[in-house]
């Protein structure tokens, strides 16, 4: 079956680092993808990683474990903008459809 | 690059009309197109998958019938909620997956339709 478990709520300070977990369990495996949703908006792009390892990319850099079906979205310097809800998407829905977790969401307070 | 557009972005109809919303995209081939509704505070749910020249494929739960899908050319994908009733109220999401790239499973997002049923 397909799960994808990550946390419901974070709350972090502006300036700080935060880490969001997701652990993944899919029939398929073509990549994973984080996106970055604000309340009534589509999700945006944010990272993709289809190899183990860290991708950097400016203030976001994301994770990947294929063995422990495991990735992390690694948030530095928080600005009062990033307050959205963070998604984990693994690509490989039996159409190579993107399956959505719940999606954390993240507030970020002065 | 990858811009895709969904038109029109808000709309409000009656009980028992329908309604049809749009997905381009707008600076790339898409040979396929993944419609997703979200609930409030819920995550996307895939409801089909448009391919362009076949029928779309559609999700377990998910009533071909009343959600008609038109992947008519390699940039337009249209959903189609026919006999809308109040619990169709959602967001409608649609995303493009650039013709050509298909291993990489990557799709561009449309900004969203929210759709209200009175």
């Known amino acids: 079956g397909q799960n994808i478990d990550q946390p419901t709520e974070m709350t972090a300070t502006e300036g700080a680092i935060v880490q969001i977990n997701c652990t993944y369990q899919t029939s398929g495996f073509n990549g994973l993808f984080w996106y970055q949703q604000h309340a009534g908006e589509a999700p945006t792009f944010l990272s993709y990683n289809v190899l183990d390892g860290l991708e950097e990319k400016g203030r976001f850099s994301s994770f990947l474990s294929r063995s422990k079906g495991y990735s992390y979205l690694l948030l530095k310097e928080l600005q009062m903008k990033d307050s959205a809800s963070y998604l984990c998407?693994?690509?490989?829905?039996?159409?190579?459809?993107?399956?959505f977790g719940k999606g954390t969401k993240l507030s970020v307070k002065p | 690059g990858a811009v895709v557009s969904q038109h029109p972005s808000r709309v409000i109809c009656k009980s028992g009309t329908s309604v049809k919303i749009e997905c381009r995209s707008l600076?790339?081939?898409?040979?396929?197109m993944f419609w997703y509704r979200q609930f409030p505070k819920k995550s996307l749910m895939l409801m089909a998958t448009?391919?362009?020249?076949?029928?779309?494929?559609?999700e377990q739960g998910v009533e071909k019938d009343k959600f008609l899908i038109n992947h008519a050319s390699l940039t337009l994908s249209t959903l189609t909620v026919t006999s809308a009733h109040p619990e169709d109220s959602s967001f409608y999401i649609c995303s493009a997956r650039p013709a050509g790239r298909e291993t990489l499973d990557e799709q561009f997002f449309g900004p969203g339709t929210r759709l209200t049923v009175l």
């Open positions: 448009s391919n362009e020249g076949s029928k779309a494929t559609y």
């Open positions: 998407a693994p690509a490989g829905g039996s159409q190579g459809n993107l399956i």
């Open positions: 600076d790339f081939q898409a040979t396929t």
